[in-house]
């Protein structure tokens, strides 16, 4: 009995471990097959942000888009081809998604350390929280797994995204529609501590919007004029907009929110008294925001035999 017990223990184990590999997401997935990955990943972030701290902002915003259609699979990576449309030309990506040559130069040193092993999904999962961590964001254990996408679609990346002009209600939608909670919504928002928008996303917000303070009206107004200048920047945080922290969530409590959709975190809702914690609670939102990158990072990842390891993150493999 004692014999039996033991070999159905082995083979329970044997089974959990198979269903790990092809099943699951593992932070040690890469342990034994690319044990420098995440120092390669890493290293090469670091220097990215060193060299141009938006950086960080477009790698998060990158990994987000890419999660928010079909789940966590790299699809945001592909190119466009002559029989081939990807997501790149999709309206929230369109001339505004950037950082796709930083990708492309880790995984080339990752190809250089461990060929086709590590799929470009998990690559830009641990380069968005290189980045975070690179500006003084928290950190999280990224689990690891995913396989690339071999398709992509651009209607999904139209629809599924949420827009700068959103409404509570419709954000509230959108991240619920992928297993994401209002708090979660809340503590993902505050990526926008770091980065910079494009006039044309939020002109309609700082001439029309009732909820906005004056003063940070009339300066953004400054640089982007009621027409012309789409493309002209501004940062999301203008207190700190290359430092990740609370700075975000006082804004919007002060009205200085600079997208739409931020400021309706903070407009009399169900999140004003979260946002309110965020934003004297440095500890609170950093916790927070790292389990919900978590939960993000599970949205529908491709494992197994499903999709592919690609060896250039722009194309699917011959």
Wanted: proline share 4%.
């Amino acid at each position: 009995m004692a014999f039996i017990s033991s070999s159905l223990l082995i083979l329970s184990l044997i089974s959990l471990v198979l269903y790990s590999a092809h099943s699951q997401l593992s932070p040690g997935f890469y342990f034994r097959t690319c044990p420098n990955l995440q120092g390669i990943v890493r290293s090469t972030m670091t220097r990215a942000v060193a060299n141009e701290p938006r950086m960080a902002a477009s790698i998060l915003r990158l990994f987000f888009h890419d999660c928010f259609v079909n789940g966590c699979d790299g699809s945001i990576l592909l190119d466009d081809t002559a029989t081939f449309t990807g997501e790149k030309g999709a309206f929230p990506n369109k001339n505004s998604a950037r950082g796709f040559e930083v990708i492309d130069t880790i995984k080339s040193n990752v190809e250089a350390s461990c060929n086709a092993t590590v799929s470009c999904a998990d690559i830009l999962a641990l380069a968005s929280r290189d980045g975070v961590v690179a500006l003084g964001g928290p950190s999280w254990s990224v689990s690891l797994g995913r396989r690339d996408a071999t398709t992509a679609s651009q209607s999904s990346a139209n629809n599924d995204l949420p827009g700068p002009s959103s409404s509570l209600a419709t954000l509230i939608s959108k991240f619920s529609s992928k297993g994401l909670s209002p708090r979660d919504m809340t503590a993902l928002s505050g990526a926008h501590t770091i980065g910079q928008a494009q006039c044309q996303f939020f002109r309609s917000r700082i001439y029309n919007d009732l909820n906005i303070n004056p003063n940070f009206a009339t300066l953004r107004q400054s640089t982007c004029p009621s027409s012309g200048g789409d493309t002209n920047l501004a940062p999301l945080d203008s207190q700190t907009p290359t430092q990740f922290g609370p700075d975000y969530y006082q804004n919007l409590v002060g009205l200085r929110g600079l997208l739409h959709s931020d400021q309706e975190l903070f407009s009399n809702g169900t999140q004003d008294a979260l946002v309110r914690q965020y934003s004297v609670n440095r500890n609170l939102f950093f916790s927070d925001f790292a389990a919900a990158m978590v939960r993000m990072g599970n949205i529908s990842p491709l494992t197994g035999s499903s999709g592919e390891i690609r060896l250039n993150c722009r194309k699917v493999n011959s």
